[in-house]
């Protein structure tokens, strides 16, 4: 390293060389002495105070936005860039393409970009949900006129899709004669609670086939009747139509509660009905598959009807009741019978405006 002393001489700094004659040896190697920290090789240290840099000059030349900066005797031109200009940020790879067809530029997304995976992972997720919870079932009001009616018939007429070639006929027959249509009925509601609560680990099928049983078992399904049943009835109508005992406790258990709206309510189905304001909730699915298990309605008409004592009516059986009574109409659109639902509903609406009167 390159070793010098400072002296001050008239209040000005003296930068003082130190030779190597102030260096001692000792076996040979070179020591420092104690006044100095450090000490040079050989060659002594050269400082070179560069001249600071020359201005480049700046010419005018016939074009007013251009500059001229000659340093030597090369000549170089430089563009003029305003002061109010923003900088110039550098320029980063887009995931979208320019591809030329004939006269006009498409615009297609890269494949594999960051923003195409995650905008299809969005719309996953938004499919994934609306299948989970589908809105529980609820859609804006549909409101029927005739260009919809012409519409729908124009299309292909095609049955909800768990009706099948192979379906039975028992069960091609009451899907187009009884699930969806509106049931006011007060017996009527109690047998389809029933069949719908029987057909819980079976399939409709099998329920429909033991209709008749089930009428005859709960004497044709007449509350007032079957809430008398006592233990010895209830064990012989278990043995005598193979129905499990614990359903048929449920059935007279649910045949007082019955009792005890028509006395609350004047009767069964204006308690039911009054969950849907006496409208039927008419959706509009395209396919089956998008139908879901469960309703934010179902969900209420289960905790009321659970908190007034009835039982085996969870929110997936109370959906596939409402389905059952008509108190929603989740036939798919392209099903024959959700077009003559609809214009029921609407003939419905126009008997009553004529019979309004002011």
């Known amino acids: 390293m390159c070793s010098y002393k400072f002296k001050k001489q008239g209040g000005g700094v003296v930068v003082v060389d130190i030779s190597s004659q102030s260096l001692s040896h000792i076996n040979g190697r070179p020591v420092l002495q104690p006044y100095n920290n450090s000490h040079k090789k050989n060659n002594t240290c050269n400082f070179k105070i560069s001249p600071p840099p020359i201005s480049p000059k700046i010419k005018k030349v016939n074009d007013s936005n251009v500059l001229?900066?000659?340093?030597?005797?090369?000549?170089?031109?430089?563009?003029k860039i305003p002061k109010s200009s923003p900088p110039i940020s550098p320029k980063i790879k887009s995931p979208i393409k320019k591809v030329k067809n004939d006269s006009s530029f498409m615009i297609v997304e890269v494949a594999g970009s960051i923003a195409a995976a995650r905008r299809e992972q969005v719309v996953n997720m938004q499919v994934q949900r609306k299948q989970r919870i589908a809105h529980y079932g609820r859609t804006n009001s549909v409101k029927f006129n005739a260009a919809a009616a012409v519409?729908?018939?124009?299309?292909?007429?095609?049955?909800?899709?768990?009706?099948?070639?192979n379906s039975d006929p028992v069960y091609i027959a009451y899907h187009d004669e009884e699930w969806g249509v509106p049931v006011h009925d007060d017996n009527l509601l109690f047998e389809l609670l029933v069949l719908t609560v029987a057909q819980v680990g079976s399939d409709w099928t099998s329920v429909l086939k033991r209709r008749q049983d089930f009428r005859d078992a709960f004497s044709g399904f007449d509350a007032e009747i079957v809430a008398k049943y006592n233990e010895k009835k209830i064990n012989s109508t278990s043995i005598e139509y193979g129905i499990e005992l614990s359903q048929v406790r449920g059935v007279v258990d649910n045949s007082k509660r019955i009792?005890?709206?028509?006395?609350?309510?004047?009767?069964?189905?204006?308690?039911?009905?009054?969950?849907?304001?006496?409208?039927?909730?008419?959706t509009q699915y395209k396919a089956c598959n998008e139908i879901p298990v469960k309703t934010s309605k179902s969900e209420t008409m289960s905790k009321d009807m659970v908190k007034k004592g009835f039982r085996y009516v969870g929110p997936t059986i109370i959906h596939s009741f409402m389905q059952a009574v008509g108190l929603t109409n989740d036939h798919i659109i392209t099903c024959p019978r959700h077009v003559q639902d609809m214009s029921n509903v609407l003939l419905k609406n126009q008997l009553l405006c004529e019979n309004f009167t002011y």
């Open 68 to 79: 001229d900066t000659n340093t030597s005797n090369e000549k170089i031109v430089t563009p």
């Open 259 to 282: 009792l005890e709206m028509k006395k609350e309510f004047g009767s069964f189905h204006k308690y039911l009905w009054g969950f849907v304001s006496n409208k039927p909730i008419t």
């Open 151 to 165: 519409d729908s018939s124009s299309r292909e007429a095609k049955r909800c899709s768990f009706i099948t070639p």
